[in-house]
């Protein structure tokens, strides 16, 4: 998607105390932000340099869902890839949340939520394990402590038949989920929406939290292909993803 040797523009506002760039790319319709010295810059390598999301459909996607968006920038990649999806963009922290907003606010096609995807819908505690701005965590509102991280605040939690239902979606053609552990308690029972996911495409966490594999494995049975791709697990029915070479 963007040359390697293409240069970054720097704009030197603040956002938080940290020192942001701004990029204007060739083939990305909009400028976009980032934290310097922060995780956002490796998140834009994976995803723009590196080309982790660089696959191929055997139709383009009406329905995306990015849950664990961030500030945007695989949502910004899969606009200007697939402009006529709709792109439902999750990201439960609040300053990840206003940086997505602003990032993605030309593009009419994605619609930010600040929630976090999860088992039930209602609230959730915000869990900061020191691991920068791609690293927070969820946990249960009724466990007294937690092992993961000081709590930062309760944010919205939405389960993805809610989406469904709230948006009035037939089918999710693409749900990439990067929730940082989470996924161990949404794909506990997924029984009200699996039949509806054309494509998965996740990042586990087992390394956060024990489970997270074989709770994501038990509860995404009967789809057709699977790979890795960078850090990611892509699944797939009939073959409507398939896999191209990282780095194209």
Aim: with cysteine; proline share 4%.
């Amino acid at each position: 998607m963007v040359n390697k040797k293409q240069s970054l523009s720097w704009d030197g506002k603040k956002h938080a105390n940290t020192p942001q760039m701004t990029l204007d790319l060739e083939r990305i319709k909009y400028p976009f932000i980032l934290r310097n010295n922060s995780s956002d810059v490796p998140t834009f390598r994976q995803i723009f340099i590196d080309n982790e999301y660089n696959f191929n459909v055997t139709k383009p996607p009406e329905v995306l869902i990015d849950a664990g968006a961030n500030i945007g920038l695989a949502s910004i990649y899969f606009s200007n890839k697939y402009p006529n999806a709709q792109i439902i963009s999750i990201e439960p922290e609040e300053s990840n949340f206003q940086l997505l907003k602003s990032n993605t606010a030309s593009y009419k096609n994605i619609i930010p939520i600040q929630a976090a995807l999860w088992s039930e819908n209602g609230k959730v505690n915000l869990l900061d394990p020191g691991l920068g701005h791609w690293g927070f965590m969820t946990g249960s509102t009724n466990t007294a402590g937690n092992s993961f991280g000081s709590q930062c605040h309760e944010v919205k939690s939405v389960t993805v038949d809610r989406i469904i239902e709230d948006y009035g979606l037939d089918n999710i053609d693409i749900l990439k989920i990067d929730i940082e552990g989470a996924e161990k308690e949404v794909f506990r029972d997924t029984s009200a929406w699996i039949l509806k996911v054309n494509s998965l495409i996740i990042e586990l966490h087992e390394r956060m939290k024990q489970g997270c594999n074989r709770s994501f494995y038990n509860g995404s049975n009967g789809f057709d292909n699977e790979w890795k791709q960078g850090e990611n697990i892509y699944l797939t029915r009939r073959e409507y993803l398939t896999k191209q070479g990282i780095g194209r």
